[in-house]
């Protein structure tokens, strides 16, 4: 059976897309496969939730919009019985792939149906999905907060719907309630349920939080009929929490503005729009996150000019409405939460994880015991063994747009405390308009003069073997990689990832020179954890060496199953070549076949074959006929390449052609983790690599 859940409202702008999010997270840590579905649309080709919650759902399962779609408004009014039948067909199509649904319930668009709350129920109760009900802590009208007691109402008269169409009530989500009056609510909508289901199920609030119902400057450029006139479109989606009505003289406006606020100037005021670009460049005036230009009016040829030559970031938007008209938009334009926009998804999970039982709503499921680790299931497990433990990672690229997106992500779900290098006050800035958060992370200059004097003797003293003088050091500590690895050596952070934009040599050699490796370890390595559909497999050495000995192969081969087993993969290492045991030869062979005996030699509990192809390491079908007697063959966890050349083109093969997620490159062999990353990393490959040297750092930390 697969285990669902039917997310619903009573009413439109409950926020439940945001619920949903933190229900499809909860479930993909404990479950893995779990798809999504939308029993109701207005548009199928143009359901926003889908569009972008299905970019939280694991690749593997291959779900497309069209397959997490029942039917729409208007077949449910034409024929409400075959609507149903046509739904429950769909459901069952796509759920057989899944161990669990995610059930979005339908949004209230269908102005003037009283009943859509019933047929959603129906609905539930047809797909043998439990209902979590999402009740809202604001009035529709007015955006007004309810009170408990309003809130326990709401509740009493929601459940008979519930009830009438046999539906079962699982919990209740009290979304966007007023944060003073979490305890009061809960308290009051507790009694009615209590009261009237039988089964008493749990009640939970989540408090209103700005940027969650914040539109963007996107959605305020639609709303005034605009268009982007100048300023960095990667700004776009910064969320926007007041406007600021230009109607006054310049030295009036400006101390009015405020963060992540929207100017409204009108075309012909250019005074007050240049002091407002000026002011942006000040830092002692707050970040706006745009300016909206009103009025059909040109600008005259000496502004044009004037404004081409002055470089800006915050975007200018034009529009031909009146400054009534474009205020009244912007004031009455709803944000609406999406999936697309990260910093939104974080503040929904860091709300849901706070305040929502994880453990008891999977309880309540009764979800299956997962029988594989999805690429996300693994991902969330990293990032949940780093949040146990928290260290400190220095990132040492604060002027890389990615790291600072990283860091708000990694900073708003407690993943890792962060030390990011850097000027202080450009990044803060670049970070605002951006619209991300940095509280919390400690920005550092390579140019602290205390800290830069302390690691330049630090520096000398351990490379005086090589005449480095005090000077030099001093010079060379200015460098972001030796200055965040002497951070680390000196045990001001716990861990450095760097490499977005650094070569892998800029990022290691400060490391070999600095943190050096460990006693027991000739060479420093590599490994990818490759994220398949239903497992997590190691491939070294993928990125350092490029044709190791056969010490070294042997060398890589423990410290690939010591990275295995430390994120709780069983060690089988396949040491890899073009021949299987004993049916060639050759110096490549041999190498590989030396490499084996001496893993053998220094870990004889440690379950190796070698030499192996690849087929017969990882499929059972040609090991039966290979190696049938083999505790490694058909069954490895552990992929020991012969050489570069070989590692790092089959990783990247894999990955393109089985749409396995890389992990890495994840360095071993040092006395202290870094990590590097790929220049053309992602915000999520960071993330993932900052989760990787946390977890790396708690182990050192464990067994010193």
Request: aromatic share 4%; glycine share 6%; hydrophobic share 40%.
């Amino acid at each position: 059976m697969t285990a669902s859940i039917y997310i619903t409202s009573s009413e439109g702008y409950s926020g439940k897309q945001a619920v949903a999010l933190g229900v499809l997270n909860t479930l993909t840590k404990h479950v893995g496969r779990v798809g999504l579905f939308r029993p109701i649309v207005a548009d199928p080709e143009s359901d926003d939730v889908l569009s972008h919650m299905l970019d939280r759902v694991d690749s593997s399962l291959e779900l497309r919009s069209e397959d997490c779609v029942g039917t729409t408004y208007d077949e449910v009014h034409e024929d409400s019985s075959a609507a149903l039948a046509k739904i429950i067909h769909r459901y069952d199509a796509m759920a057989r792939r899944c161990n669990a649904v995610v059930i979005i319930g339908s949004d209230f668009t269908d102005v003037g149906n009283p009943a859509e709350l019933g047929f959603n129920a129906r609905v539930a109760a047809n797909l043998g999905a439990p209902v979590l009900l999402v009740l809202s802590g604001r009035n529709q009208s007015d955006s007004t907060a309810r009170t408990a007691e309003e809130l326990a109402q709401a509740a009493a008269v929601t459940y008979p719907e519930l009830e009438a169409e046999h539906a079962t009530l699982i919990g209740v989500i009290v979304n966007r309630a007023e944060p003073e009056e979490l305890e009061p609510i809960k308290s009051a909508v507790r009694q009615v349920t209590d009261a009237m289901a039988q089964d008493r199920p749990p009640v939970w609030v989540l408090p209103q939080n700005p940027i969650l119902i914040a539109p963007t400057v996107e959605e305020l450029c639609a709303s005034v009929e605009g268009s982007l006139y100048d300023g960095d479109p990667a700004l776009m989606s910064r969320e926007v929490l007041g406007v600021t009505v230009c109607g006054m003289s310049m030295e009036n406006v400006l101390p009015r503005t405020f963060a992540s606020g929207v100017a409204v100037v009108a075309a012909d005021r250019t005074e007050t729009l240049l002091a407002l670009l000026l002011a942006q460049q000040a830092d002692n005036f707050p970040s706006l996150a745009a300016i909206v230009v009103n009025g059909p009016f040109e600008f005259s040829p000496v502004i044009e000019t004037l404004l081409s030559g002055v470089s800006f970031n915050v975007p200018v938007i034009r529009t031909d409405h009146g400054t009534y008209e474009t205020s009244q938009r912007i004031v009455n334009t709803r944000g609406r939460f999406s999936a697309a926009n990260q910093r939104k998804v974080d503040a929904a999970l860091t709300d849901f994880a706070e305040h929502v039982d994880a453990e008891e709503l999977v309880a309540l499921l009764d979800v299956p015991e997962p029988t594989v680790v999805t690429p996300l299931m693994f991902e969330y497990t990293l990032l949940d063994r780093a949040r146990r433990d928290r260290k400190r990672i220095v990132l040492p690229e604060g002027d890389d747009d990615r790291i600072l997106l990283a860091s708000s992500s990694l900073l708003a779900r407690e993943v890792a405390d962060l030390t990011i290098l850097g000027d202080a006050e450009a990044i803060r800035r670049r970070a605002t308009e951006l619209g991300v958060g940095l509280e919390g992370a400690e920005i550092r200059s390579t140019e602290d003069p205390e800290l830069l004097e302390r690691f330049a003797q630090e520096y000398a003293r351990l490379r005086a073997h090589r005449g480095v003088t005090l000077e030099d050091a001093r010079h060379r500590m200015r460098d972001v990689s030796y200055f965040g690895t002497m951070m680390v050596h000196l045990g001001l952070a716990d861990g450095m990832v760097s490499g977005a934009a650094h070569t892998t040599a800029q990022t290691i050699k400060p490391s070999f020179e600095i943190v050096k490796t460990k006693p027991s370890v000739s060479i420093v390595s590599s490994v990818f954890l490759m994220s398949l559909a239903d497992r997590v497999l190691v491939y070294g050495d993928c990125a350092v060496n490029p044709d190791p000995t056969a010490e070294q192969l042997a060398d890589i081969a423990i410290s690939s199953a010591e990275t295995a087993r430390r994120f709780r993969i069983e060690p089988r290492v396949a040491m890899l070549s073009y021949s299987t045991g004993d049916s060639g030869s050759g110096a490549d062979v041999d190498k590989v076949r030396e490499a084996t005996r001496l893993v053998h030699e220094r870990a004889p509990e440690l379950p190796v074959e070698g030499p192996l192809q690849y087929d017969a390491a990882a499929d059972m079908a040609v090991a039966a006929k290979k190696l049938p007697q083999s505790r490694v063959a058909g069954r490895a966890s552990v992929f020991i390449f012969p050489d570069l050349n070989t590692g790092n083109n089959t990783y990247k093969a894999v990955q393109r052609a089985a749409g396995a997620v890389a992990i890495g490159p994840v360095l071993q062999g040092l006395n202290k983790p870094i990590n590097d990353l790929s220049r053309g990393a992602l915000v999520s490959d960071i993330i993932n690599t900052v989760a990787i040297t946390a977890i790396q750092a708690q182990d050192e930390g464990a067994s010193e």
